[in-house]
């Protein structure tokens, strides 16, 4: 089976970079799987989990904003926070998005309220994704 370049990056480290023969991607406007030779494109991602298909199995990965970009050299996710699903403390997430709404409820400012529920949005997905 063809295989394809990807690089899974976040601050924190590179996660994971190899040949690999599939990865479902959490897209903002959907999940989308990349094969080589898939099309060029750039995108956003949204919460969610993502999943490399390679030799060795799957590999499934808690990503939380960042972008994806898929050209002739394969696919390049840099992701704003990427832990692999066995390492993702849910109970942190919980705590999370308690604290969040907290927050939302004490803001004082519109702009701040809207900020705030953004991120609890984005918190909410993720727990729904892992769900």
Do not use: C, Y
Not at 28 to 50: K, M, N, Q, S, Y
Not at 86 to 95: H, I, N, T, W, Y
Not at 97 to 123: F, G, M, N, P, S
């Amino acid at each position: 089976m063809a295989t394809f370049r990807f690089d899974l990056v976040s601050p924190e480290k590179l996660l994971f970079a190899g040949e690999v023969d599939q990865v479902d991607v959490p897209g903002a406007e959907g999940d989308f799987g990349v094969l080589p030779a898939h099309a060029p494109l750039v995108t956003a991602l949204r919460p969610g989990i993502l999943v490399v298909h390679r030799e060795g199995g799957a590999l499934r990965i808690v990503v939380n904003g960042g972008f994806a970009e898929v050209g002739t050299n394969g696919l390049t996710v840099l992701a704003d926070m990427a832990v692999p699903v066995e390492e993702f403390d849910r109970a942190v997430l919980v705590g999370e998005i308690k604290d969040t709404e907290e927050d939302v409820a004490d803001a004082k400012d519109d702009w701040q309220r809207d900020k705030l529920a953004r991120r609890l949005d984005q918190l909410k997905a993720l727990q729904a994704a892992l769900a």
